[in-house]
């Protein structure tokens, strides 16, 4: 194997060889589970159309209606069904994010200044950012995400929830003054973004109900934010229907202007690229290297996520060329006037989840497949068809669905936010609540000091990269800051822990900290949901308790003997007892409750 510091040329041409040989299997193994991933891409379907329309918001404003929520729908959708078609990471699924709208926003900004049309300069800026995400393919460079470690890649994980609950609040509060009557239409904007928050969440933890059946659970938890979503709609509608004379505008809407069936794109981009001026071509290569430069980050922390080791999939992964084929995207889109997208946090993960399988022994896996990502992507494609009706949602309940969205990662998965609960409440508590491994092997000191640091960085680029837009507050902050999102994780928290970490810390504390597998215990009960038809006993009403029986005596016989050894000086004893702890044997007793 060729030293990872250096160019490999064929790195691509191997991946495309790896991706045409499992490509067939891609289709036909998900065949037996259609219905779980239909509603695995439903599921995902109803956070990425919340989070496209709010971008499309921002397009409407920024560009004066040049871009809108058509724009961001259609760049998602297209963007996706090329990955699921043609990609190397189908699992990933795209969509627009913030960063991304910024810089088009700014983009269209600079050619209205210059007198150039806006929508053929895209398209010279979609066909620099193909040639760049290309290049970066063929050569081989995205091999180095491997500097990325779970410390960088949660810092980023944190940092997308921060932004979501940012703009959700901010835009809350903008709700008592945009429209006539802001200060009615800004509580009711509160009451129904509040109440949609609570019961999203609520029906997110229905899993656990126990005076229902296990499948309705199962809907209500996978669908929440959906379910909530409609149910709130026509709460919004209630006073327009039952009060004389109500206010058409209370609570304000978003204002699309479509008719049926018709997205109002302007697709014919192509052919007025000749009006833009020669030397604004090659201007464009610096809007495409912004691009390029926030996908490399974005897209390749987006497919880390989606395809995580805990996930266990079968297959392998081929990061440079998809990275290859997101350029295709790019250019695809620029010549349809249309933004460029990428991998979406924390869709990805939430994405993989929804995708779990359980086997004929309970062992849990994901199917690499391409069928719920197109399902995914075809979905927010229709959605183009039918423009008016997402006149009927409050803007209120976009901005809240961000504040539901970043709870995603204060979950039990995000290891990061175990360890900031570590510092303020007791480690029984934790144990009780979190079933890491590193509770039970690094010292509670090592643990703070790792936290603390890691803390430190995610404050630092937070400030840079979002607050900095609270304290100046002007339009042109708005490029630079949001490209400094995640260029501040390459230049400064990439380096932090790659230099500085390794001499703060043991290499074997780093190795349990900082590993790209989620390394957990068994010895708390953990929410597993196998399917149903794995479970053939399973009758009647009353959801099923999954109560994990461990052999635990094993594994605090490894921990004590690791405190006897003092192990957390011996890195080959702590790479072995890692292994011993992921590989030892679980049995699960079902009963019913």
Not at 60 to 88: N, P, R, Y
Not at 161 to 175: K, M, P
Request: proline fraction near 4%; hydrophobic fraction near 50%.
């Amino acid at each position: 194997m060729k030293d990872s510091k250096t160019i490999d040329t064929g790195i691509l041409f191997r991946e495309f060889s790896s991706v045409k040989r499992k490509y067939r299997s891609d289709w036909t193994e998900a065949q037996g589970h259609l219905v779980a991933l239909f509603g695995a891409a439903v599921s995902i379907f109803s956070t990425s159309l919340m989070t496209s329309i709010a971008f499309g918001l921002f397009y409407q404003v920024d560009t004066k209606g040049v871009m809108g929520i058509a724009a961001s729908l259609a760049s998602g959708g297209i963007t996706g069904v090329i990955q699921a078609l043609f990609g190397g990471n189908p699992m990933t699924v795209a969509g627009q994010t913030g960063p991304v709208s910024i810089v088009y926003s700014y983009c269209y900004r600079f050619a209205n200044g210059q007198n150039i049309p806006f929508l053929p300069w895209v398209g010279w800026i979609g066909v620099w950012t193909c040639i760049l995400h290309m290049l970066t393919g063929y050569l081989g460079l995205c091999r180095y995400r491997v500097i990325i470690t779970p410390f960088t890649g949660q810092i980023f994980e944190m940092l997308v929830a921060a932004d979501f609950i940012t703009t959700g609040i901010r835009n809350l509060v903008d709700e008592f003054r945009n429209t006539s009557d802001g200060r009615l239409n800004g509580v009711l904007g509160l009451l129904l973004g509040f109440g949609y928050v609570v019961l999203a969440l609520i029906l997110q933890r229905s899993r656990k109900w126990s005076f229902t059946s296990r499948g309705m659970t199962k809907v209500l938890a996978i669908f929440s934010a959906f379910i909530a979503l409609v149910v709130f709609v026509l709460f919004s509608w209630f006073p327009f229907w039952t009060v004389e004379g109500w206010p058409l505008d209370l609570p304000q809407r978003p204002g699309i202007g479509a008719e049926w069936g018709r997205p109002g794109l302007n697709m014919n981009i192509i052919v007025d690229m000749g009006e833009v001026p020669v030397g604004f071509v090659f201007a464009a290569i610096i809007p495409a290297i912004m691009l390029t430069v926030l996908f490399y980050v974005d897209h390749n922390i987006s497919s880390m996520a989606a395809y995580g080791e805990d996930y266990n999939f079968e297959k392998p992964t081929h990061y440079d060329f998809d990275f290859f084929i997101l350029g295709l995207s790019a250019l695809v889109c620029g010549l349809l006037g249309l933004p460029a997208s990428s991998g979406l946090i924390p869709q990805n993960p939430m994405h993989s989840r929804a995708c779990l399988h359980f086997d004929k022994d309970k062992n849990h896996r994901v199917i690499d497949q391409r069928i719920s990502p197109l399902i995914h992507s075809l979905l927010l494609l229709v959605m183009l068809l039918v423009l008016p009706a997402i006149e009927w949602i409050p803007t209120c309940l976009i901005w809240s669905f961000f504040l539901v969205l970043a709870t995603e990662a204060f979950s039990a998965h995000n290891e990061f936010f175990c360890r900031v609960m570590f510092l303020v409440t007791s480690k029984q508590l934790i144990r009780n609540n979190w079933n890491f491994v590193f509770l039970d092997v690094v010292p509670g000191d090592v643990i703070m000091r790792f936290t603390l640091l890691q803390l430190s960085c995610f404050i630092f680029v937070y400030m840079l990269a979002v607050g900095l837009v609270l304290v100046g507050g002007h339009e042109a902050m708005w490029p630079v800051i949001g490209v400094s999102f995640p260029v501040a994780i390459l230049l400064f928290a990439v380096p932090f822990r790659s230099k500085f970490m390794k001499k703060w810390f043991l290499e074997e504390h780093l190795l349990v900290l900082d590993s790209s597998e989620a390394l957990v215990r068994d010895d708390i009960e953990i929410e597993s949901y196998p399917e149903d038809e794995l479970e053939p006993e399973y009758e009647g009403r009353g959801a099923q308790l999954r109560q994990h029986v461990v052999e635990y005596n094993e594994v605090e016989a490894m921990v004590e003997k690791a405190e006897h050894e003092r192990i957390a000086s011996d890195s080959t004893s702590v790479a072995q007892s890692r292994n011993e702890i992921r590989a030892r044997h679980v049995s699960r007793e079902m009963t019913s409750m």
